[in-house]
């Protein structure tokens, strides 16, 4: 298997072992650097034997995405669920029944259609990046966006119910730079710049979309960090028994049930921080840029309607 040039693009060529016919796939690069890069990882793609399980090729699609997304503890999170029912089977053994069967048993579990639909869209996720294409799925519709966000009565409640110094911590990260847990959980000390009072959440590995932003320290936050920083006993600023943090998730939904709240994830806190902003009369662009969007657009879509100028020039428009 080789890279060509083809009509100023690169291309995956290779001979076909069984008709002996050359074979071509678009790498979708003109550079020569990235087109041999991407050989590579489609090269892997290609290696996975015929009568693969789902669990096998789920694993080389995490392993090649763990260094290569924000949050990969969302996609092995979803895919640890899904494991027991899904990894042992061939990928033609997934049809909408099992599905459906599949989905029953989580709502029974109490888990959400918009969690089952994660659950699912993993494998399927999975076996597109493979080529796979026996799978026949069925799962729940895409729910709704979350619309929570927090008061700042209650961000209060939820700080002073934290009982462990690291959960403490995140919230008031979480809250004062408008980071996504991943971001925040592999934040290192050589990041948080204290005489400038600015934190670097930007990572080499960051990719795709969802970039990370510099944001500065507030008063609140850098007394915290000072007090982190003196007790710290790894590189990680969020820490515990002398360990990273990987997951967030069991503490704080502690100290959300001890605060007395409903319906809080820890992702509630970012849309939380952006939703103050815009409250606060803060211009998109700033907002846009305090949450590492690539452009103003998405942010406008959604934290828009927070401002208190929100279509206050339309309405005063209407008055007869």
Request: hydrophobic share 40%; net charge positive; aromatic share 8%.
């Amino acid at each position: 298997m080789r890279t060509k040039l083809y009509r100023g693009r690169y291309y995956a060529v290779w001979t076909d072992p069984i008709s002996k016919e050359t074979r071509r796939s678009a790498l979708h690069t003109a550079d020569r650097e990235e087109a041999d890069r991407r050989l590579i990882d489609f090269k892997r793609k290609q290696e996975a034997p015929a009568g693969s399980l789902v669990g096998q090729y789920v694993q080389a699609y995490l392993d090649y995405k763990r260094t290569r997304i924000a949050d990969p503890v969302r996609l092995e999170g979803a895919w640890k669920n899904a494991a027991p029912t899904f990894g042992h089977l061939r990928p033609d053994h997934i049809t909408p029944e099992l599905c459906e069967r599949y989905a029953m048993s989580r709502r029974m579990a109490g888990r959400s259609n918009g969690t089952i639909l994660k659950e699912i869209n993993v494998i399927r996720q999975a076996l597109n990046w493979c080529k796979v294409k026996d799978a026949r799925f069925e799962a729940p519709s895409q729910p709704p966006p979350r619309d929570r966000h927090l008061t700042k009565e209650e961000a209060k409640r939820l700080f002073d119910a934290c009982k462990q110094p690291h959960i403490k911590l995140y919230v008031r990260l979480a809250l004062a730079t408008a980071a996504r847990r991943g971001a925040l959980l592999s934040l290192t000390w050589d990041r948080v710049d204290m005489q400038r009072r600015q934190i670097d959440l930007r990572e080499a590995s960051d990719v795709g979309r969802k970039k990370r932003a510099i944001v500065p320290i507030n008063e609140q936050l850098f007394a915290d960090l000072k007090d982190a920083y003196e007790a710290r006993q790894t590189d990680y600023v969020i820490e515990y028994a002398g360990a990273q943090v990987g997951n967030i998730k069991k503490g704080f939904m502690a100290a959300v049930a001890r605060a007395g709240l409903d319906d809080v994830t820890p992702h509630d806190l970012r849309h939380t921080a952006a939703v103050w902003m815009a409250e606060g009369g803060r211009p998109m662009a700033e907002i846009s840029q305090f949450l590492g969007h690539s452009s103003t657009r998405v942010t406008e879509q959604v934290y828009a309607r927070f401002s208190p100028d929100y279509l206050r020039g339309a309405a005063d428009t209407l008055v007869f």
